[in-house]
């Protein structure tokens, strides 16, 4: 049986303003519903290390959603977090920092993490998923070009890889192109199935 006609007896409920996340999940076939907006105060420890942080949030996300679950009821969290030397980018407060952290990645290899957070009213689980990216060198032209058309202020690392930056500046990806974007799609369908079906042997890492 398809994952998607297995999840059929859930409710499973999306709790993202990301519209990347809605598109992907939706072409997963699976069906949900989007959360009403509820608010989340995302600070983490700054002894966490850098490749958890994405999985942190996310969980902290999940914790922080108001209603109590009910028991056929899967809440999906996810937080993307961007990495370069060690320091975690998140989304610019204006244009000005938004192309400053394209110029720190132009021509520069980094990490995209994506966290995710499936629970119930019994159980939880939290992963995530690491891609490098590349990026080829910028002009400020294209730098300039890019932030001032595609405001990409509610994106961690100040990009999208699917926007004109994406075709135009990157050079390799290793892993996970729907990462990127915001949601490893692949790895959340093999981690639902093993959520549903509570394999004991099932350590996808």
């Not at 997963?28 to 999985?55: H, N, Q, S």
Request: aromatic share 8%.
């Amino acid at each position: 049986m398809l994952l998607h006609d297995k999840l059929k007896s859930y409710d499973i409920i999306l709790a993202s303003a990301s519209p990347r996340r809605r598109e992907l999940l939706t072409a997963t076939g699976i069906g949900y519903r989007l959360a009403t907006k509820f608010e989340c105060d995302e600070v983490y420890p700054t002894t966490l290390a850098k490749e958890d942080v994405a999985a942190y949030l996310s969980a902290l996300k999940s914790h922080a959603y108001p209603t109590p679950l009910e028991h056929n009821q899967i809440l999906i969290t996810a937080d993307t977090t961007v990495v370069l030397d060690s320091e975690v980018l998140g989304k610019p407060a204006d244009e000005a920092e938004a192309k400053a952290m394209i110029r720190r990645l132009a021509g520069r290899e980094h990490s995209v993490i994506t966290g995710v957070t499936l629970r119930t009213q019994e159980r939880e689980r939290s992963f995530s998923s690491l891609s490098r990216v590349r990026f080829a060198e910028l002009s400020n032209e294209q730098i300039d070009y890019y932030v001032e058309k595609f405001r990409p202020m509610d994106k961690a690392g100040a990009y999208g890889i699917q926007e004109w930056i994406g075709y135009i500046g990157i050079e390799s990806i290793e892993g996970s192109f729907y990462n990127v974007m915001g949601l490893p799609v692949q790895r959340l369908c093999r981690e639902l199935e093993c959520f549903i079906e509570a394999w004991p042997e099932c350590h996808l890492g």
